[in-house]
């Protein structure tokens, strides 16, 4: 079996492909076992943000799993694969482990050593138990990702201060406007991304918020977080509301636009200056509307300026934090090394197990059948603890070995010593 990841982020993709491919919550059990039906993926799980869609397999034939999983990406969303090829990235065996385990840690976000990345991968690792996508490998690699992820973060100073994908928002809207205090402003959406925005926006020095939102009892309840007012409306009120603000954050799960030109230009007074600022992949604010006059219009991908100042001041923080990352790569790649093993020790156990019961047999047929039935309990016992003993030391000693060639040789000697059974021994050394 092999472990690969596919997939794409910030850093390979502007955000028109990454909405494209962007694959929401509830669609991800099922686009798993889609994806599971294909003949070389074992295990399968998916980690989607707003900067990432990454798809990890465990697979028998590592060439035909990537493949499948590539094309399998271009049809889920009807794009093209060579359109959509240049924008992948692939990454197998330890590279695949450690990719994983540097996005818990924040090492490869967007900010760096940002803390809600840790939380998606929580969130993607029981969304692929919940579909029965992952088993043994794919559940023990996100544990010690999600362990690594937890590690940097108490162990390093990596996440004190560091900016949220919010934060940074409401800094560049800052750095554009030179001052919050002013003006009515609006956050669209509920969720924790619009919550740390007000709270970001409260930071600095804003006064007069508005949270509009689908489910006027979530904008509610958001409100009641914070002590300073918050003027909370009906999604009814959308336009209204933007047309009153001088600056818009948009932050929702809409799969289509929220915003648009002919919107906009039905509420807006000509040339009325307004900031957006969306923060949401899928976008929440048609491209269209950036051909209103005075209407600016910043996404994601525009946060790289604000985020390269704080990314600078952090980045000898980040040393640290790859090194705590690399402690865990090892012991995960340790237990993987050590899986090679399992074959030639069931076979071991198979096959002393069988000589203990054929014995165990003729030494019950002498003894008589009333002593047999008084003392077959503690005979069994015995000879079951004698056999575990034996082979204690031996299983202990090879799944120890780190050398790969030399546990190999020590597989060899075994199977040779033992004859064991040649089929499964020549399967674990293919792998």
Request: glycine letters at 6%; one cysteine or more.
């Amino acid at each position: 079996m092999f472990i690969a990841v596919v997939g794409l982020s910030h850093r390979t993709a502007p955000v028109e492909i990454r909405e494209r491919l962007s694959i929401a919550e509830a669609e991800v059990g099922e686009t798993i076992q889609q994806l599971r039906a294909h003949p070389h993926i074992e295990e399968a799980a998916i980690l989607s943000t707003c900067n990432r869609l990454e798809v990890y397999i465990v697979t028998s034939e590592m060439e035909s799993g990537v493949r499948q999983t590539m094309q399998f990406l271009a049809e889920l969303k009807g794009i093209p694969l060579p359109q959509l090829r240049p924008h992948l990235f692939t990454l197998l065996y330890q590279d695949a482990v450690t990719h994983l385990m540097r996005v818990a840690a924040g090492l490869d976000s967007l900010v760096l050593g940002e803390g809600q990345i840790l939380s998606q991968v929580k969130k993607a690792q029981q969304l692929g138990q919940a579909c029965n996508g992952m088993d043994r490998i794919l559940n023990r690699l996100f544990k010690a990702a999600i362990t690594a992820g937890k590690r940097v973060r108490t162990e390093t100073e990596i996440g004190t201060g560091a900016m949220s994908i919010s934060s940074a928002a409401v800094e560049l809207a800052l750095q554009e406007q030179g001052s919050l205090s002013q003006g009515k402003v609006t956050v669209v959406g509920a969720g924790r991304m619009a919550r740390l925005l007000v709270q970001h926006l409260l930071a600095k020095g804003a006064v007069d918020i508005t949270v509009v939102n689908r489910s006027l009892e979530r904008a509610e309840a958001l409100a009641k977080q914070f002590e300073q007012p918050i003027q909370v409306l009906p999604w009814e009120s959308l336009l209204s509301s933007v047309a009153e603000s001088n600056l818009v954050f948009t932050s929702t799960g809409a799969t289509q636009p929220i915003l648009n030109y002919q919107q906009l230009a039905g509420v807006l007074q000509p040339d009325q200056p307004l900031l957006l600022v969306d923060i949401s992949v899928p976008r929440n604010i048609d491209p269209d509307v950036e051909k209103l006059k005075g209407v600016q219009v910043f996404n994601v991908d525009h946060l790289s300026r604000v985020v390269e100042e704080n990314r600078a001041q952090r980045q000898k923080l980040a040393l640290a934090a790859e090194a705590l990352v690399e402690e865990e790569v090892d012991q995960f790649m340790e237990w993987w090394r050590s899986l090679e093993t399992v074959p030639t020790i069931s076979s071991l156990r198979h096959k002393v197990e069988s000589i203990r019961e054929q014995e165990m047999e003729k030494a019950l047929s002498r003894l008589g059948k009333d002593f047999a039935e008084k003392h077959l309990e503690v005979i069994d016992a015995l000879t079951r603890g004698i056999v575990n003993k034996i082979l204690h030391d031996p299983m202990v000693q090879l799944r120890a070995k780190r050398d790969i060639e030399a546990r190999r040789a020590a597989m060899r000697i075994l199977q040779e010593l033992f004859n064991l059974d040649p089929v499964v021994f020549h399967a674990q050394q293919e792998r």
